[in-house]
């Protein structure tokens, strides 16, 4: 009798505390396991997912961008009485027409925005069990917004004052190391066969980079992105390239280092931007291994998503703010899987007919 009243005794005591545990409200998280216990809970997941992309808890209808509708707690979507259809929080989003659960959604956005070196398509299909393939399409939609502000954008970097490097790299296999197939079809491409040329733009005073994909390096190419994405008046340094030698001093106060003789002289320099080819080298060699040329831009947009955002000022940076700052950019952006691969053809790979669906996913 008395060993049954103790039980039931610890029994009530431990429900009690389980109730009281699963009731209080969990913090933001801060580390991936973290993340993992409080993106479980769909509506916590869900309730975070609209406030991060709705900040200010304003909800409209991303069809036509008005606020009168109501929403259905039981399917969490809403119905917009001015266009009579449905949407959720994933419509006009990257994330449009995908069966993934938002809470696998939000841990793949986590580790790519926090992974320092990426991760792997087989790693997230392990963590988030799905296959390789769809892990593989779902960081590519993320690498996709991850792009912000880039090369070619509205806004310019630098200022009269601001001081600025450009420097460009080359990405792709060692010669000696290909098939004998593939090394006789890139001779007589010059010494940067089977190379894929990255130019980079860092701002010192912001210390954010640009970076993209050029066909060359011709002094055309280089200059004219500096002159799309730099304002007039900048000081820029770059190595000794031909490709720099005329043409800057007309608009920039340019200065140059000549590699071979030093890396660095006084503040003129570009080892801001060798550090950060060296992180972008690192993921592609020991995470990615293996990029396709066509690919490439994706993964620089994800190198520089991660390096504009490591600090803001001089704070650092959380896991959580680098998260909200990347799901805040979510929408407007669409990527389906026949234009990611170009199989819109294959019987087995159809047009999604994206902008059509009525379906709220």
Same mark, same amino acid.
């Given at each position: 009798?008395?060993?049954?009243?103790?039980?039931?005794?610890?029994?009530?005591?431990?429900?009690? $505390?389980?109730?009281?545990?699963?009731? /209080?409200?969990?913090?933001?998280? !801060?580390?991936?396991?973290? *993340?993992? #216990?409080?993106?479980?809970?769909?509506?916590?997941?869900? *309730?975070?997912? #609209?406030?991060?992309?709705?900040?200010?808890?304003?909800? #409209?209808?991303?069809?036509?961008?008005?606020?009168?509708?109501?929403?259905?707690?039981?399917?969490?979507?809403?119905?917009?009485?001015?266009?009579?259809?449905?949407?959720?929080?994933?419509?006009?989003?990257?994330?449009?027409?995908?069966?993934?659960? $938002?809470?696998?959604?939000?841990?793949?956005?986590?580790?790519? /925005?926090?992974?320092?070196?990426?991760?792997?398509?087989?790693?997230? /299909?392990?963590?988030?069990?799905?296959?390789?393939?769809?892990?593989?399409?779902?960081?590519?939609?993320?690498?996709?917004?991850?792009?912000?502000?880039?090369?070619?954008?509205?806004?310019?970097?630098?200022?009269?004052?601001?001081?600025?490097?450009?420097?460009?790299?080359?990405?792709?296999?060692? *010669?000696?190391?290909?098939?004998?197939?593939?090394?006789?079809?890139?001779?007589?491409?010059?010494?940067?066969?089977?190379?894929?040329? #990255?130019?980079?733009?860092?701002?010192?005073? $912001?210390?954010?980079?640009?970076?993209?994909?050029?066909?060359?390096?011709?002094?055309?190419?280089?200059?004219?992105?500096?002159? !799309?994405?730099?304002?007039?008046g900048s000081t820029i340094y770059t190595d000794s390239a031909v490709a720099y030698d005329s043409g800057l001093q007309r608009r920039f106060v340019h200065d140059v280092v000549n590699k071979t003789e030093a890396y660095v002289r006084g503040?003129?320099?570009?080892?801001?931007?060798?550090?950060?080819?060296?992180?972008?080298?690192?993921?592609?060699k020991g995470t990615y291994v293996a990029v396709e040329p066509f690919h490439l831009s994706r993964y620089v947009n994800e190198q520089v998503f991660r390096y504009n955002h490591r600090k803001e000022g001089d704070r650092k940076l959380t896991? *959580?703010?680098?998260?909200?700052?990347?799901?805040?950019?979510?929408?407007?952006?669409?990527?389906?899987?026949?234009?990611?691969?170009?199989?819109?053809?294959?019987?087995?790979?159809?047009?999604?007919?994206?902008?059509?669906?009525?379906?709220?996913?």
């Amino acid at each position: 009798m008395i060993l049954a009243r103790a039980i039931k005794l610890v029994d009530t005591h431990v429900s009690f $505390l389980y109730t009281v545990f699963m009731d /209080a409200p969990l913090q933001e998280p !801060r580390t991936l396991q973290e *993340a993992i #216990v409080y993106f479980s809970d769909a509506d916590r997941c869900f *309730a975070y997912a #609209v406030k991060l992309r709705w900040p200010d808890g304003h909800v #409209v209808c991303p069809r036509c961008s008005t606020a009168k509708h109501s929403f259905i707690k039981t399917r969490r979507i809403w119905f917009c009485y001015t266009c009579k259809k449905q949407f959720t929080v994933k419509v006009k989003t990257i994330m449009e027409d995908s069966p993934i659960s $938002l809470d696998k959604w939000m841990i793949a956005f986590w580790m790519l /925005a926090n992974c320092k070196n990426g991760i792997s398509s087989y790693e997230l /299909a392990s963590t988030i069990k799905v296959t390789q393939t769809t892990a593989w399409f779902v960081l590519q939609r993320i690498r996709e917004v991850m792009k912000g502000k880039g090369f070619g954008k509205s806004t310019k970097i630098g200022g009269e004052g601001n001081e600025l490097e450009s420097d460009e790299t080359f990405i792709g296999g060692i *010669a000696k190391n290909m098939h004998k197939g593939r090394r006789l079809k890139a001779d007589g491409l010059g010494p940067y066969k089977n190379k894929t040329i #990255v130019q980079g733009i860092l701002d010192r005073n $912001l210390r954010k980079v640009r970076a993209t994909v050029v066909p060359n390096v011709a002094r055309e190419t280089l200059q004219d992105e500096i002159l !799309r994405n730099v304002k007039f008046g900048s000081t820029i340094y770059t190595d000794s390239a031909v490709a720099y030698d005329s043409g800057l001093q007309r608009r920039f106060v340019h200065d140059v280092v000549n590699k071979t003789e030093a890396y660095v002289r006084g503040k003129v320099h570009t080892n801001g931007m060798e550090n950060f080819w060296s992180l972008l080298k690192r993921s592609l060699k020991g995470t990615y291994v293996a990029v396709e040329p066509f690919h490439l831009s994706r993964y620089v947009n994800e190198q520089v998503f991660r390096y504009n955002h490591r600090k803001e000022g001089d704070r650092k940076l959380t896991n *959580a703010e680098r998260l909200a700052v990347l799901m805040s950019q979510v929408a407007g952006h669409r990527l389906t899987y026949s234009d990611l691969t170009g199989k819109s053809d294959s019987p087995h790979h159809a047009e999604t007919g994206t902008g059509e669906t009525v379906e709220p996913f």
